[in-house]
């Protein structure tokens, strides 16, 4: 729960309320340490009310180190009802310091042709208090300071919208788990109603767009579910996140060789969004299962024809992918007997 909702949670059970007492017992509780040093007036009737509650954090079934890819931990969790999901812990460009790629379901309903959890079809979402926990523990296992929190792992965060943005609330929260609102990006492969929603309650969180490609024939083959609503309303609901909170939107593009790189794709992305601001992230295919990773030189063809949009092209290298905890390649499957597990 956020200070707030605690406090009123509390006042509801009899214990006066108090901001103050529901911020330290929300630090406690995220802490999992130090002493709940309440006011002597509601210090008895709190504790009993919290001992009523589960402090049960995701248990560790695996946690594998990337070989190549140092300080790059895959981390898979099972719920209470044996469902299993992963977390990926990052390094990033500071030393010593990480983020954390957070899985927002268990599976996924969009069924990307090249994703590996898209593959798995939807269980179930996961609870806000789930996916803190899945941070936390991964948390306080990094040799450093945790200080980005991205959903970009197992599911569509928009798809589970109300628990996502709890959790991202929470996590940013200063009793929390104290991480910049700007340091935490939520990604979605576009839909629309959840985005239009993001945009009118004014969600501070990075926006990413997973695009794949700018033609509907093409973006319907590999994104399926999203592909049935037409480019042109994502344009518009991108349009109106952008006129609201200004910033570049970002477009993700995962390269598959020989399908969505052709330069007409990037004429087709410039008539579709070129009257928005955008920094295109490509992203090489780890999950290859029917696809092949561009050559260099289809890559090179690419990233020159979409000069044509006049705006920043960044190719994102996503670590991990000896350790199939790359982009694409989560798919919380239960491990045999010859992996590691915690």
């Given at each position: 729960m956020l200070p707030a909702e605690l406090a009123g949670w509390l006042a509801a059970r009899g214990v006066e309320r108090s901001d103050a007492v529901a911020r330290q017992v929300l630090a406690h509780?995220?802490?999992?340490?130090?002493?709940?040093?309440?006011?002597?007036?509601?210090?008895?009737?709190?504790?009993?009310?919290?001992?009523?509650?589960?402090?049960?954090?995701?248990?560790?079934?695996?946690?594998?180190?990337?070989?190549?890819?140092?300080?790059?931990?895959?981390?898979?969790?099972?719920?209470?009802?044996?469902?299993?999901?992963?977390?990926?812990?990052?390094?990033?460009?500071?030393?010593?310091?990480?983020?954390?790629?957070?899985?927002?379901?268990?599976?996924?309903?969009?069924?990307?042709?090249?994703?590996?959890?898209?593959?798995?079809?939807?269980?179930?979402?996961?609870?806000?208090?789930?996916?803190?926990?899945?941070?936390?523990?991964v948390r306080d296992e990094a040799p450093g300071r945790v200080t980005g929190a991205v959903f970009m792992g197992q599911g569509e965060p928009l798809h589970n919208y109300d628990e996502v943005i709890r959790a991202a609330r929470i996590l940013s929260d200063p009793c929390g788990g104290r991480i910049a609102k700007e340091s935490i990006t939520i990604s979605t492969v576009g839909l629309v109603p959840a985005l239009r929603r993001y945009t009118a309650e004014g969600q501070p969180y990075r926006l990413v767009v997973s695009l794949h490609a700018a033609t509907e024939a093409l973006r319907s083959d590999l994104v399926p579910v999203a592909g049935r609503v037409p480019l042109a309303d994502l344009a518009d609901a991108i349009r109106a996140h952008h006129a609201r909170w200004g910033g570049r939107i970002t477009v993700a593009w995962v390269l598959l060789g020989g399908v969505n790189m052709d330069p007409d794709q990037a004429t087709a992305l410039r008539d579709l969004l070129?009257?928005?601001?955008?920094?295109?992230?490509?992203?090489?295919?780890?999950?290859?299962?029917?696809?092949?990773?561009?050559?260099?030189?289809?890559?090179?063809?690419?990233?020159?024809?979409?000069?044509?949009?006049?705006?920043?092209v960044v190719r994102r290298y996503s670590v991990g992918r000896a350790s199939g905890a790359a982009c694409g390649m989560l798919a919380a499957k239960a491990p045999t007997p010859s992996t590691r597990s915690a």
């Open positions: 509780v995220v802490s999992r340490g130090g002493t709940l040093d309440l006011p002597r007036p509601v210090r008895a009737s709190t504790r009993a009310l919290l001992d009523t509650l589960s402090w049960t954090r995701p248990a560790i079934v695996e946690r594998v180190e990337d070989p190549i890819d140092r300080g790059t931990v895959r981390y898979l969790f099972r719920a209470d009802d044996g469902a299993v999901f992963e977390a990926v812990r990052i390094p990033i460009h500071k030393p010593g310091a990480f983020t954390v790629c957070l899985s927002s379901q268990v599976g996924c309903a969009m069924g990307c042709r090249f994703c590996a959890t898209g593959k798995l079809g939807l269980a179930r979402n996961l609870s806000a208090a789930e996916i803190v926990g899945s941070f936390l523990v070129g009257d928005v601001p955008l920094r295109v992230n490509l992203i090489d295919v780890n999950d290859a299962d029917g696809f092949r990773r561009a050559t260099d030189a289809e890559r090179s063809v690419f990233v020159d024809a979409l000069q044509i949009l006049e705006m920043p």
